[in-house]
């Protein structure tokens, strides 16, 4: 046999006689092995939403309304009454003893509400209508909502408060006659966005000129006025809107017969309410002023406090501690 041959037949027999090669246990592979899991349905269950309130620090908000009601003494809202304001202080925060300037007068009142500042500061001493004397000096509320790119409302039922900020810090300026015309135009800008108001409610004070205040006639037109206040709160509920809203409610003075140029307190006190994120439910203690209102809006927006503002921003109202109170009244009579 050749010996070609015979190599043949003996390599067979040594296959043939060879141990097989080890098989492959579950857990060995030649290769990686990546698994997939595949789940019986294509989509993804999104992952559920805890809560829908945005989450702000204590008292930031993502826009603030100033409600101005002109020459409402703080008695005043129990006996009128304003059952729809009663209702929404009690949301939030209020003092029936805030302080007004003195002499308590709307245009300069209103200057030391958005401003800070008193009357000697932010030099508005008249109460005209005249606009060419100029504007309220210093930096107030406008002035810094504008410059950080936030949209800014200002709804009058008087001409002259146009004396309070510069036309180009205000994107909205309207002046209508009647409280009904003044909130349906706030009502209107809901919608529209927005993230500093201030609605200035007229009737009360023109009433109290015209027949005294505390009269039948002033609580009427008070009465009037809450049935708007109420509306408005309405349709910010219903915007959706309100859980990232601040909302202020307050008054230039207080009066009395037919005049409230600061003789008797009750020219000056006036009432201070605020509810939205992160308020608390309480009457306050520490004394508030009506310079505290552009401390408390800044500080809402994130605004940066001015150094020479004279109002402080209400911590109480947000149960954080006061970092500084008023001991007095801030701001003495124009000149001393």
Partial sequence: MPKYVLAFFIGLLIQACAAPPPALTPTQSAEPVYTVTVTATATLTPTPTISPT???????????????????????????PMDNLMRWM?????TLDARTIAP?????????MISGLCANQHGITWNTGLIEWGYS??????DLAHAAGLKTVLITGK????????????????????DADIVQAA???????????????PSADDRGHQ??????????????????????????????????????VTADHGGHDREHEGSQIVDQRIPWAIVGPGVEAERLVNLVSITDTAATVAYA????????????????????????????????????
């Fill in 54 to 80: 945005p989450t702000l620090q204590p008292g930031k908000a993502e826009r603030v309304v100033i409600f101005s009601f002109d020459g409402m003494r703080a008695d005043a809202i129990a006996e009128a």
């Fill in 90 to 94: 009690r949301e939030g925060a209020y």
């Fill in 104 to 112: 308590s007068l709307t245009l300069p009142s209103h200057a030391s």
């Fill in 137 to 142: 000096k210093g930096v107030d509320i406008f």
């Fill in 159 to 178: 001409d002259k408060l146009r004396a309070l900020a510069q036309p180009e810090t205000t994107d909205v300026f309207e002046v209508h006659p009647h």
């Fill in 187 to 201: 009502i209107e800008q809901i919608p529209l966005g927005f993230n500093l108001m201030l609605v200035h409610i």
């Fill in 211 to 248: 027949y005294g205040w505390m009269t039948n006639a002033q609580l009427k037109a008070l009465r009037e006025s809450d049935e708007l206040f109420g509306q408005f709160i309405a349709a910010l509920n219903q915007s959706g809107l309100a859980q990232t809203t601040l909302v202020i």
């Fill in 301 to 336: 927006l994130d605004l940066p406090l001015q150094p020479e503002w004279a109002g402080i921003p209400v911590y109480e109202a947000f149960g954080l501690p006061a970092l500084q109170v008023h001991e007095s009244v801030p701001c003495r009579k124009y000149g001393e």
